[in-house]
């Protein structure tokens, strides 16, 4: 596996060497939802896997741990013990990831810290490791505790991925395979163009990092452009209702 560990809370990771002298007990939980119109394979280290067909969703609370990753695999087959792969982000052929597993590039990647600094969490979007699917990551709106943090990353970037970091299913990073010190470059550059609160390269700070007061509860919504289409789809009903009106009653 030639995935480089992601390192982009450099600030965030001195605190937590702070706080994990103060045995702190989160509570957070992260409601992950599949809303792409095929079945993806939610990977969580810690937390493990699972599959959520198109709508599906998953409650997963973070047990105490304070760091962790959440992304989204693609184009998986399992067996009944749970072992197979996937086309992208893929953590060892194993539907559970393991604890500290990371996926195979090209994978689009929410990181957080719980309980950082200040009593605050620290969450982005990485596209350090390339890019297979739209994602959203902030808090829950009943839950927020008022934060309005959110961070997307919602182009298309498959579509537009040049034709050297192009593989099936995804875009490929270059910065996933050749360490911390990779960018910036014309190839960061693209991912940046099209997601710019996403890290782009291990160091790519500017406009990157989000936080919420402790206790907030997150959403990382997979495919959030899909938004057009449901919009399409109520404004169409709503010109059925009024057709519906209009004929119905005989004006
Ligand atoms: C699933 O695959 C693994 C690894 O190849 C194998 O060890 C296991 O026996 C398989 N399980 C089933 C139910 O086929
Ligand atoms: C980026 O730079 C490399 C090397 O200079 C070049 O081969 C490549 O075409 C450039 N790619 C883009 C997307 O501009
Ligand atoms: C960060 O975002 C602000 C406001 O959108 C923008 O003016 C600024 O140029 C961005 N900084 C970088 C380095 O992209
Ligand atoms: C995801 O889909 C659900 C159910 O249709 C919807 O309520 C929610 O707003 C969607 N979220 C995003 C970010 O698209
Ligand atoms: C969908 O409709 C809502 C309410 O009309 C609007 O606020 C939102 O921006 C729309 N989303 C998209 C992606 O068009």
Not at 110 to 122: I, L, P
Request: hydrophobic share 30%; proline share 6%; net charge neutral.
């Amino acid at each position: 596996m030639n995935s480089v560990t992601i390192t982009c809370f450099l600030v965030s990771a001195a605190v937590l060497l702070f706080t994990s002298a103060y045995s702190v007990t989160s509570t957070t939980t992260f409601l992950i939802q599949n809303n792409c119109s095929y079945t993806i394979w939610a990977a969580a280290s810690p937390g493990g896997g699972k599959q959520l067909i198109s709508g599906q969703r998953w409650l997963l609370p973070a047990d105490g741990s304070t760091t962790g990753h959440i992304w989204a695999r693609t184009g998986c087959s399992f067996n009944e013990s749970g072992y197979g792969g996937c086309q992208t982000g893929d953590c060892g052929g194993l539907l559970n990831c393991h604890q500290n597993a990371q996926g195979s590039p090209p994978y689009t990647l929410a990181e957080y810290t719980v309980n950082g600094f200040g009593s605050k969490d620290f969450f982005d979007i990485s596209l350090v490791n390339g890019f297979n699917l739209p994602m959203e990551f902030g808090p829950i709106p009943s839950s927020s505790n008022g934060c309005t943090q959110l961070v997307e990353c919602s182009a298309d970037i498959n579509a537009e991925c040049p034709r050297e970091l192009r593989v099936l299913g995804g875009c490929n990073n270059p910065c996933s395979s050749s360490g911390s010190n990779c960018g910036p470059s014309n190839y960061t550059t693209f991912f940046k163009d099209r997601c710019p609160n996403a890290y782009s390269y291990p160091l790519d700070d500017a406009n990157t990092t989000f936080t919420c007061p402790t206790g907030t509860n997150y959403k990382v919504v997979f495919c959030p452009s899909n938004a057009v289409l449901r919009n399409l789809t109520v404004f169409i009903r709503m010109r059925v209702v009024v057709l519906n009106n209009c004929c119905t009653n005989g004006s």
